[in-house]
């Protein structure tokens, strides 16, 4: 049977527990509110760079070595945990972008997502990747699939999947030579091509890549909000349930005194008078 002293423990595990979520549940949301209006504001701006990016990146790869076109696919996680649901659906959608084209390298970027390959996918050979290093790591593929997780509500985020070509060229110079490769591409371009592919390999790639780890994690912070939100009803539930129990074993335990105490004022009662009638 359970005791006060243990509700009385439970009560106070469930309080503590309570105070640390609420916490976690304001730092989130103040990260949240740091980075949302930037986000949200230039996330047009950089759909629009990257599906630029993929079209160049597909016009400038006709000059490119066909052995050098490598592509990558991306499952852009997260290095911390409490992520909420959202990691796991974009776990999902990268399984399924693998299944549909498994000639790409695969990288995973961040702990957390590594850890659940393991687990859920051990058979799949990916290459771990810090997210920090994306950029880095990324500009030399001729194209990469990202798969992220996008906010769009508080109570709603997407899996989302951006495709980005850093248009490396690496090409001879004898394949600059003649009118027929400059016809063949989609865009003309001045200045010089190579200058036009240094920026879409650098510059806008990296900006690109940028914005989405920042989407990502305004996405997972918004999924460990509700996750936290729906944790602190599931703890508030508990302590009430153990408040209520505490509360009537203590008028028991309060009642059952009482009722020991009156028998035994009636027990003294009773001794009285059987010695005032001897």
């Keep these: 049977m359970t005791s006060l002293k243990n509700l009385l423990q439970s009560i106070e595990s469930h309080q503590s527990m309570k105070g640390l979520v609420e916490v976690y549940e304001e730092m989130s949301a103040t990260t949240m509110r740091n980075i949302r209006e930037a986000i949200l504001a230039s996330r047009d701006y950089y759909h629009g760079l990257a599906l630029l990016s993929s079209e160049v990146g597909a016009d400038l790869s006709r000059l490119a070595d066909i052995q050098t076109k490598r592509d990558a696919l991306i499952f852009l996680a997260s290095d911390e945990g409490m992520s909420g649901e959202i990691?796991?659906?974009?776990?999902?959608?990268?399984?399924?972008?693998i299944k549909s084209n498994a000639n790409r390298d695969i990288f995973v970027a961040g702990k957390v997502g590594q850890d659940l390959i393991k687990s859920f996918a051990p058979n799949i050979s990916f290459t771990p990747l810090r997210i920090e290093d994306l950029s880095q790591t990324l500009c030399s593929f001729h194209s990469v699939e990202i798969i992220f997780g996008q906010f769009e509500s508080i109570a709603r985020q997407e899996p989302k999947s951006r495709i980005i070509s850093a248009g490396n060229?690496?090409?001879?110079?004898?394949?600059?030579?003649?009118?027929?490769?400059?016809?063949?591409?989609?865009?003309?371009?001045?200045?010089?091509?190579?200058?036009?592919?240094?920026?879409?390999?650098?510059?806008?790639?990296?900006?690109?890549?940028?914005?989405?780890?920042?989407?990502?994690?305004?996405?997972?912070?918004?999924?460990?909000?509700?996750?936290?939100?729906?944790?602190?009803?599931?703890?508030?539930?508990?302590?009430?349930?153990?408040?209520s129990k505490y509360h009537k074993l203590k008028k028991r335990v309060t009642s059952k005194k009482q009722n020991t105490q009156v028998v035994g004022y009636r027990s003294n009662k009773v001794k009285k008078y059987q010695r005032a009638s001897l």
């Design 87 to 97: 990691i796991d659906k974009v776990l999902g959608q990268f399984l399924l972008a």
């Design 169 to 243: 060229i690496t090409s001879t110079s004898k394949q600059w030579a003649g009118a027929e490769i400059a016809e063949q591409l989609k865009y003309l371009y001045e200045p010089s091509i190579q200058k036009i592919s240094t920026v879409f390999g650098e510059n806008i790639f990296s900006g690109v890549i940028e914005q989405t780890i920042k989407e990502g994690e305004l996405a997972k912070n918004a999924s460990r909000l509700m996750h936290l939100d729906q944790a602190l009803t599931n703890i508030e539930g508990l302590l009430t349930k153990d408040q």
